[in-house]
């Protein structure tokens, strides 16, 4: 059975850190591109990050860019979203998310999903 399970979520201060965790069982996660979304409340859902399949190569949203890290750990068959420098406007439930092909954009290109982790960025 192919589940994908979110950890690492909870409530930081502005500019403070989390590493969100991506837990996959049922298939290994280095055949197929990670990514990261997140949806906040009344809000459509965004891309975040992706890691791609085999050699590993990251993209990042612009809002994002520079403050915020993909990466995967085969042995442990998971992916992490380190963040930092964290802003009120990052607040959001957090997806990660397989993709059918390759790394997209397109939340509509990506298979499975997992139940979401909530980051809450308040003083």
């Known amino acids: 059975q192919v589940q994908l399970v979110e950890s690492g979520g909870g409530l930081v201060q502005p500019g403070g850190s989390l590493r969100l965790s991506c837990a996959a069982s049922?298939?290994?996660?280095?055949?197929?591109?990670i990514g990261w979304f997140r949806q906040a409340p009344g809000k459509e859902r965004e891309w975040v990050s992706c890691?791609?399949?085999?050699?590993?190569?990251?993209s990042y949203a612009d809002s994002v860019k520079g403050r915020f890290t993909i990466s995967r750990d085969n042995t442990r068959n998971r992916v992490y979203l380190q963040m930092k420098s964290l802003k009120p406007e990052d607040t959001a439930v957090y997806y990660c998310?397989?993709?059918?092909?390759?790394?997209?954009?397109?939340?509509?290109?990506?298979?499975?999903w997992g139940q979401g982790t909530q980051v809450t960025v308040s003083s």
């Open positions: 049922g298939f290994t996660l280095d055949s197929y591109g």
């Open positions: 998310a397989s993709a059918k092909l390759v790394c997209s954009t397109n939340y509509r290109l990506y298979n499975y």
């Open positions: 890691v791609s399949k085999g050699i590993g190569s990251t």
